[in-house]
């Protein structure tokens, strides 16, 4: 292969020369452009070898705009060119003020408070007023908020019969507290857009609020129903004389005891976990929950979606993974083991690493120190020293190092709930709980936001062109099965009946 040439330019007022190499290939011609530097220009200069065009994209906090690579053509009449980027992994959707996060240093703060001043100092009513309404409240305000919200707390009587409809063992995220958020629209037709008006919550603050409070005041009550209801017990009124964290912890576990009080330290513990979880920046169901609301349907019809992927096992359903992980490991002798089998790609490390950080996760230092807390009330959870070991030997490990693969939120939250006493399968719920306050805030500024339109993500056709249907009789194939399933043990008895199939 022969060594590319080399051309010099040179700068005739300085004598600098610039040499630049030209690859030796007969077959095509090399032609150069030389662009003048600015400096103090915020632009992307982008030169189409295509057509030889340039174009002048500005620069706005660190982005481009997509749209406008669309006048980049390769002829006129063309396409413009789209910008591919599948899970979006480098494509910022929405302008926001309300959760900043430094994935390379571990930052994390909303409103541009610090996680860590939040968890130590406030309370989660509180960090709701503050993501959704954009400051911290006064004495007077968060008495008025924190009385709305739970004068807000009981559910309509039918919304409860509906919950007593499920099945026995319904699972009490993807079935029950889904299906009901859902549900809860149906209650308030004052709140459906298209009864009340397409544009009402854009341009009625008051309508748009009482959503918001009855949301938040009414999501823990569902939640509780929903635990009540697989453990076969009746559903707890609200008591509004209690916080936020204390009145569910009393509808999920009072019985008939009087004066019956939850224990204040695991409120508190509760109470800065439902911090912790508040928001995330566009994480998946936040992102679902601005791209079902830019639809401008109802909040509660939009929650319920995003409430949908939250479920999934790679974002709600991540700590009770945690879990299965650590009882799969059994002991911490087997931890060295289950690393080189996960080096060796023959085992996942679930709760390590995250798509925004590539440091420790803030709250997950925060849920450490709380897991203690808890476990001096309750009792140790003997999977804490399996979990301990593993980070440590994780953190030693070139390996994990090197991919920067750091203790997550997931990675200690699944053993504080399951010291609590909390169900595994309930812990998705306990996770969208305080979402529902991070959901809404996202909901508010995108409805607000003069640039918003209805989400519309294009997509690169890369399928079949155009063909002509063909009658069944004529069509080629191999005639296999592909839509075979697996079928119930009962069906085993029709299979082998005799009987006259119908066409």
């Given amino acids: ?51 030889g065009k340039t174009y002048e994209v500005p620069i706005q906090d660190g982005t481009i705009k997509a749209t406008d690579f669309q006048k980049i053509k390769e002829s006129a009449g063309a396409s413009g060119l789209r910008l591919y980027d599948p899970a979006y992994q480098n494509t910022a959707v929405a302008r926001s003020t309300i959760c900043e996060i430094d994935g390379d240093k571990g930052i994390l703060r909303y409103r541009g408070y610090p996680i860590e001043e939040l968890a130590e100092k406030s309370n989660f009513l509180e960090v709701s007023y503050l993501l959704i309404y954009g400051e911290l409240p006064t004495k007077e305000q968060f008495n ?22 499920f099945n026995y063992d319904a699972h009490p995220m993807c079935g029950m507290f889904i299906s009901s958020m859902a549900a809860m629209s149906t209650f308030h037709p004052e709140a459906n857009p298209a009864l009340a008006g397409n544009e009402i919550y854009k341009k009625d603050i008051k309508t748009r609020n009482k959503q918001i409070i009855r949301l938040l005041g009414k999501v823990p009550t569902v939640a509780a129903s929903c635990y009540r209801h697989r453990i076969g017990r009746p559903f707890n009124s609200p008591r509004n004389d209690l ?10 576990d009072y019985l008939s005891e009087r004066q019956y009080k939850p224990n204040a330290k695991l409120a508190k513990a509760l109470d800065v976990l439902f911090i912790l979880h508040a928001d995330h920046e566009l994480n998946c169901s936040t992102a679902a929950m601005r791209h079902i609301g830019s639809s401008l349907v109802d909040p ?49 490390l679930m709760g390590f690493g995250h798509r925004v950080y590539k440091n420790y996760d803030p709250r997950a230092k925060i849920i450490r120190r709380i897991a203690y807390e808890v476990f001096d009330i309750c009792g140790k959870e003997p999977l804490i020293e399996v979990a301990i070991e ?31 006493g909390f169900p595994t399968d309930f812990f998705p719920v306990l996770f969208a709980i305080p979402r529902v306050a991070g959901w809404l805030a996202h909901w508010v500024e995108s409805l607000e936001d003069p640039d918003a339109k209805i989400w519309r993500p294009r997509q690169v056709y890369v399928g079949e062109t155009k063909r002509s249907y063909l009658p069944m009789d004529s069509r080629e194939g ?24 119908t066409v």
């Fill in 1 to 51: 292969m022969k060594a590319p040439a080399q051309l010099v330019v040179q700068d005739r007022k300085s004598g600098a020369s610039y040499p630049l190499d030209v690859p030796l290939d007969s077959t095509s011609s090399t032609s150069f452009v030389v662009l003048p530097r600015r400096p103090e220009a915020q632009t992307l200069t982008v030169l189409d070898n295509r057509t």
């Fill in 390 to 420: 593993l980070e440590r030997l994780a953190l030693q490990d070139d390996f994990f190092k090197s991919k920067k693969l750091y203790p997550n939120v997931d990675f200690y939250s699944g053993l504080i709930y399951k010291a609590m």
């Fill in 243 to 252: 916080s936020y964290t204390e009145n569910f912890l009393y509808m999920m």
């Fill in 144 to 165: 008025v908020w924190q009385n709305q919200v739970m004068r807000h707390t009981f559910i309509h009587t039918r919304a409860q019969e509906l919950m007593k409809s």
């Fill in 300 to 348: 509660y019809s939009a929650i319920s979606g995003a409430a949908s992927a939250l479920y999934g096992p790679l974002h709600g359903g991540a700590n009770e993974a945690v879990l299965r992980m650590l009882e799969d490991i059994g002991s911490v002798d087997q931890v060295a083991g289950f690393l080189e089998e996960v080096k060796q790609r023959k085992r996942k």
């Fill in 478 to 501: 191999t005639g296999k099965i592909i839509t075979g399933t697996d079928s119930h043990p009962f069906s085993k008895r029709s299979q082998v009946a005799s009987f006259v199939k």
